[in-house]
């Protein structure tokens, strides 16, 4: 399957700091998903990107999709301890779904 | 409406033995999904199926087979269970018309 590749693999931050996670593709993106997974959870969805460029917020959550849709990002303004987690981008294709590896998120108080 | 569950919660196999791992849905979604997740490591299907009696391979199926006879239930069997399956097993269903989809609680399994 065509992969889509995340960074950072690991973010620690002070509460109140920013947080941005990245998504890459290769290839052109039909659309992109965000997921949560807290510890010991199951991934939650968060929202899914379609449009060139698009840009969504959710709170203190800003979610983007590149130009050329072979990118994302999710930014985190102030980060608080319920941010806490891994963060999933997926590719989605013929309503399956390629996972990125996350990027774990720990808040210091 | 209790979405997705899973059973059982947590497993431990000894190398060979064989087990079923239980999915039910009450959403009336036709799309069903089984993940495996190792540590440090994203999401990788296994298994899917697009409706009751339809099923088909994921990225890793080597190891494990499914069945879909209604569209509530989508079990996922280990035949032999080897330490490399030993992880952490999600279902998800798939939402009508959209992608997105939503997961069960997991199943954490450990093949010694």
């Known amino acids: 399957g065509q992969q889509v590749m995340q960074i950072p693999q690991y973010q620690h931050v002070q509460e109140g700091e920013d947080f941005t996670t990245y998504c890459n593709s290769s290839?052109?993106?039909?659309?992109i998903q965000w997921y949560k997974q807290r510890p010991g959870g199951h991934p939650v969805f968060l929202i899914q990107?379609?449009?060139?460029?698009e840009v969504k917020k959710q709170k203190r959550l800003t979610f983007q999709f590149g130009e050329a849709k072979k990118n994302s990002s999710l930014h985190i303004t102030a980060t608080q301890t319920t941010d806490v987690g891994t963060y999933f981008c997926?590719?989605?294709?013929?309503?399956?779904?390629?996972f990125g590896k996350g990027t774990l998120l720990t808040v210091n108080p | 409406n209790a979405g997705v569950t899973q059973t059982p919660k947590f497993r431990i196999l000894k190398i060979g033995q064989s087990m079923t791992l239980q999915c039910a849905q009450d959403?009336?979604?036709?799309?069903m999904y089984w993940y495996r997740q190792d540590p440090g490591m994203g999401l990788k299907l296994i298994y899917y199926?697009?409706?009751?009696?339809?099923?088909d391979k994921g990225e890793v199926p080597n190891g494990y087979n499914v069945s879909r006879s209604t569209t509530e239930d989508f079990p996922l069997r280990l035949e032999l269970a080897a330490p490399s399956q030993t992880s952490v097993y999600f279902c998800?269903?798939?939402?009508?018309?959209?992608?997105?989809?939503?997961f069960g609680p997991g199943t954490r399994l450990t093949v010694l």
């Open positions: 998800a269903i798939g939402g009508q018309g959209a992608n997105e989809q939503f």
């Open positions: 959403m009336n979604h036709n799309y």
């Open positions: 990107l379609v449009k060139s460029g």
């Open positions: 290839t052109t993106l039909s659309n």
């Open positions: 199926s697009v409706g009751a009696g339809i099923t």
């Open positions: 997926a590719r989605g294709s013929n309503y399956k779904l390629t």
